[in-house]
């Protein structure tokens, strides 16, 4: 989704800029601009597709200063096209701003302002903004930063803006609701990012800007005050872990590929110093809300995409230990469906970037109800993470390719270390058996990777499929959805996940000899499963088989076949971190035959930050 980068220091803007847009490009873009401000007068280059075509640009070579703002576009309100991309400047060109996130009221202020005779030359809201600003200090006797703050007090949506104005050209203005926003703390510099990565080169020195917050920024100076009253607010500048060489692909090929593989660290990573030598689960994030989360009359887990099927299989895992019945929402539907929320409720949050708008506002409604909201993130700092009572840091690193991987497979860790947290508080002794076999993952993880070459050999017969399927049982059942999510955002082949025995009720119409379906067997349901198996065969399908079971009848019955070894001993509960490995990997490398980009997939976005 869109990307911002600013700069305020001693060093060649544009360099800086372009730099960082290109940390930014894993998020997903259609277009790219930049703009510096040099005696008073705006330098712009924009243009429709990569930044590596903005550089080509022979306008490029015109931005000497040090000030600047750059963006990456990803469309939501007119095609993209050079006119569309940002920074967009007023009519007088006396501003220069760029913006993510979505201004609702935009209709109402464009009429009002060709009312007034504006003329515009693209489609997008960020336009109205700009004119709409530029109307205001026209009319208004306000400066730079007054005029800014009264147009955002009109704005109805959701903005990160970083805007410049030629009669103040030493100062950058910056705002955030919604949309993430942070500054970048330097040497005698000031970087602005609507994401850490873009800015990582140069500081670790991080302060993140809350909604309604407006800041003014001139040589190293920065000053942040509220949109609406007038007070400084003091905040903390955080320093970051993150470090280059994890923001970097290394000797991988993809992202994705060195995301796969970093999985058996990344579970490591997310279980250490939290399962103590007794085996006892201690997460600090949630250590005050125990007793809440236990009482909780009704539980809710709200989520996106690759997050969503990682709540299915929380809901699972609450399920089997609270007994009490869990709900799983998509947040685009929860955020408006929520009626049964009330001051009993526990509802938990899950995503890898902290910063999906269906996902906050559906948190930020939960809240409202009063609502006890736990988050289970991965972006330290992040708005969900903020945003929530309580809640437990992922740990995995940062995930660049677009499609999740790793995210996933943590998500799945941590869900199985809360509910593990709550079973021994509820005195259920089989716990401390799960957290040894939880222990053990990572091996049998690395056990996996090592099948990638025979993975990729499968995947030569796959890339001119037009629809796969994939069946799972019980923990099984999102198993399949994440595969078949995974396939179709990488390789654009249809994919749908089923409950095995759905199958029955509808997708066998589609069975034929050039339909693949891949199953997913565990010791759970076996016997039913291979009665599945059986349905596709007779009917032509070619099946593929990822089973934790060695067994000659499924080996037989299957086209291709994917076993793990040692894992007879893993509870089923445990088996979605060992199966979907292997379907990550044959989503990889069957859109990599096809040529591809895994990292960055057509229309996709890394963090989906409008509604
Ligand atoms: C986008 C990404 C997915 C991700 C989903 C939810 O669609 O492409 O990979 O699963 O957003 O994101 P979140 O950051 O909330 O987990």
Redesign the pocket.
Known sequence: MCGIVGYIGHQRAADIIIQGLKRLEYRGYDSAGLSTIENKMFYTSKCKGKISDLQKLPSIVKHNNSIGIGHTRWATHGEPNTNNAHPHHDYDKKFSLIHNGIIENHYSIKEYLLDKGVEFSSDTDTEVLVQFISYLYKNNNLDFYQTVKLALQEVVGTYGIVIMCSDEPQKVIAAKKGSPLLLGIGNDEIFLASDVSAILDHTRNILYLDDDEIVQIESNNYKINHITHEHEIIKDIKEIEYTLDQIEKGNYKHFMLKEIFEQPKSIIDSIRGRIDANNNVKLGGIDDYVSRILDAEHIFIT?????WHAAQIGSYLLEDILKKPIKVEYASEFRYHNKSVNEKSLVIA???????AD?LAAINKAKNKNALTLGIVNVVGSAIARETDCGIYMHAGPEIG???TK?FTIQVVILTLLANLLAQKKGFKQSKKYLDSLKKIPNLVTELLSMSDDIFNISKSFINAKNFLYLGRGYQFPVALEGALKLK?ISYIHAEGYPAAEMKHGPIALIDNKMPVVVIVTEHGFDKILSNIQEVKSRGGKIITISTVDSSILKQLSDYYITLNNCSDIPNALTPLLTSIPLQLLAYHIAVLKGCNVDQPRN?????TVE
Do not use: H, R
């Not at 989520?303 to 997050?307: P, V």
């Not at 899950?350 to 999906?356: A, M, P, V």
């Not at 996709?604 to 989906?608: I, M, N, P, Q």
């Open positions: 989520a996106c995409g690759t997050s899950i995503s890898q970037s902290g910063e999906t996902t677009v499609a999740s995210a955002e996709l976005a890394k963090s989906v």
